[in-house]
């Protein structure tokens, strides 16, 4: 079998486990500030699809944006309806990351720490998973055709992961089982901030879908901002994100 054909068929297998939904900003006291210069992708970490080729939607650029929570520097938050991650730098600010969530039935909530962290990671699918699709492969070596990218951060006590994506089209979406994925730039932007022991809260998918449908002037608004603002100060010290 030829390599062509080997990669095609491990980004077929990623391709059955893809949704289409999109989301828009909810929490949006996290308010963007200018976006960062970002190297072009290199070739290395270039997609085998047309389709992946297309850049990504500017809203999931990586970018510096406000942040006015109470979370230490260093910390994650999976913002899960608005496809959104921050990682928080300090003095009012979080770098934001476009990312990929789980597809309907397989979003989930918490806050749990960054356990290990790999470069080009191996690719094992768990077993509720080959129950699903038993046709994928049961270990996929690291390399630019492995569903999980250049970089993958564990999170202890889960079977999840922040980690690449092969198929970088799919960021903005709800398509996996539950980890959360960036594009490999970002996932590796990401990989060399963070520590292990990292604080990483996941928000749970509660947007209705008629706030996921509201354009970015409204979105930034500032009465949105402050309403958006108290639900988060809020439910922050239940620790029930």
Not at 124 to 134: I, K, T, V
Not at 148 to 158: K, N, V
Not at 187 to 204: E, M, N, S, T, Y
């Amino acid at each position: 079998m030829s390599r062509s054909v080997t990669l095609a068929a491990l980004i077929g297998a990623v391709a059955l486990s893809c949704g289409t939904a999109r989301a828009e900003p909810l929490f949006a006291f996290l308010a963007p500030a200018a976006p960062t210069q970002l190297a072009p992708q290199t070739a290395a970490l270039a997609p085998a699809d047309d389709e992946d080729q297309a850049p990504v939607d500017a809203r999931l650029r990586r970018q510096i944006v406000n942040y006015s929570g109470h979370e230490a520097p260093g910390t994650i938050i999976v913002d899960t309806p608005n496809t959104y991650l921050y990682y928080v730098l300090g003095s009012g600010k979080a770098m934001r990351y476009g990312i990929g969530v789980g597809r309907e039935g397989f979003t989930w909530s918490g806050v749990k720490t960054v356990e290990r962290k790999t470069e080009w990671p191996d690719w094992y699918p768990p077993s509720e998973m080959l129950a699903r699709q038993p046709y994928l492969p049961r270990m996929t070596a690291g390399g630019p055709g492995n569903p999980l990218g250049a970089r993958a951060m564990y999170i202890a006590g889960t079977q999840y992961r922040i980690h690449g994506t092969n198929a970088p089209s799919t960021i903005g979406k709800q398509v996996s089982s539950g980890c959360i994925r960036l594009t490999n730039e970002d996932v590796i932007d990401l990989f060399d901030r963070v520590q292990i022991g990292a604080k990483v809260i996941v928000l749970p998918q509660t947007a209705s879908a008629k706030s996921r449908q509201g354009s970015m002037a409204h979105a930034y608004a500032p009465a949105l901002q402050s309403r958006a603002q108290a639900t988060w100060e809020t439910i922050r010290p239940s620790g029930r994100y």
